[in-house]
């Protein structure tokens, strides 16, 4: 099988991947967006990279999107989504990839399969951003609506550092996207799933910042998910249509869990530090799996 890697230069993931890649006698090359390109005449469409024909590859796996211009995203989109028309294997697919980068998309996805997520307002307004800050209890997480690994985040519960905050992201034409504080013991729980199972679990716990992520200085330990976070983590991510994804949950003081996030790019670095599991090894065989049963054309066009 030969597999594309959309990744970054030097990045931990895409030397994971090939690492296991060569282990399962797969050849696996690394990809850049920004040397992506089609060619389209009567004869069909092709598809490069960095002048690399496409055609032989039997999936891509995307594990970075670059900052880019919207021209320069969608197009990239849209290749993604032609060489899945093709009978590629994309990973995870365009649509799915389009949803949970979306944190607003997600929420509205996730509030409207009746999966719990904190109180949520979206808008442009500072002003109409004011109003929604107190009637969400004058305490909320402002969150870019594209952005990962916690960064940006920011937690805002004072009126006049709410009125500057929302007034500087107007006018930097941000969009304002605001959630409720949830209160909590200082941790959350990531599960990553993988073909509609549970790969694992583990516990992220910060003492000084309400951001648990271990990228930013946060520790991490494997757990069992309980079945509750195991039915909330499996509908979230059935709900974006991914088929890797990592689930953020929450808990309240009053014991209630919430889906905070859906991540279909989900690093697994220190998972797999705190539980043991090769996730990469893991991931290829799960593609292995799709094609020597047969039923790649029916995973390729599911674009839920």
């Not at 050849?27 to 069909?44: H, K, N, P, T």
């Not at 985040?153 to 929302?166: E, G, Y």
Request: glycine fraction near 8%; proline fraction near 3%.
């Amino acid at each position: 099988m030969k597999i594309g890697i959309f990744g970054n230069e030097g990045s931990w993931y895409v030397d994971d991947l090939q690492r296991a890649a060569r282990g399962l006698s797969c050849e696996a090359i690394r990809l850049d967006f920004r040397r992506l390109s089609m060619s389209v005449s009567r004869q069909g469409t092709q598809f490069f990279c960095d002048q690399l024909s496409l055609k032989d590859f039997n999936a891509f796996i995307v594990r970075t999107m670059p900052p880019g211009s919207l021209e320069e995203v969608v197009t990239r989109m849209d290749i993604l989504g032609q060489l899945q028309a093709a009978g590629k294997l994309v990973v995870n697919s365009p649509r799915a990839i389009e949803c949970a980068v979306d944190k607003s998309l997600t929420t509205v996805k996730l509030a409207a399969a009746g999966l719990p997520v904190p109180a949520t307002w979206v808008g442009e307004s500072s002003d109409d951003a004011l109003e929604a800050f107190a009637q969400l209890g004058g305490d909320v997480v402002v969150k870019p609506v594209f952005g990962a690994e916690g960064r940006g985040i920011v937690r805002v519960s004072d009126p006049d550092l709410a009125f500057r905050t929302f007034r500087t992201l107007e006018r930097l034409n941000a969009v304002l996207y605001l959630q409720q504080f949830v209160a909590h013991a200082g941790f959350d729980t990531r599960v990553l799933i993988l073909d509609g199972q549970v790969v694992g679990a583990m516990k992220r716990e910060s003492p000084d910042d309400f951001r648990t992520n271990v990228a930013r200085n946060g520790s991490a330990q494997k757990i069992d998910p309980t079945a509750e976070q195991i039915d909330l983590a499996l509908k979230a991510s059935e709900t974006i249509g991914s088929r890797i994804a990592g689930v953020d949950l929450l808990a309240d003081a009053d014991g209630d869990t919430f889906v905070i996030e859906v991540n279909a790019v989900p690093g697994w670095r220190a998972f797999q530090r705190a539980t043991g599991i090769d996730v990469a090894k893991r991931f290829l065989e799960s593609l292995e799996g799709v094609f020597s049963s047969g039923m790649s054309d029916k995973v390729v066009v599911d674009n839920r």
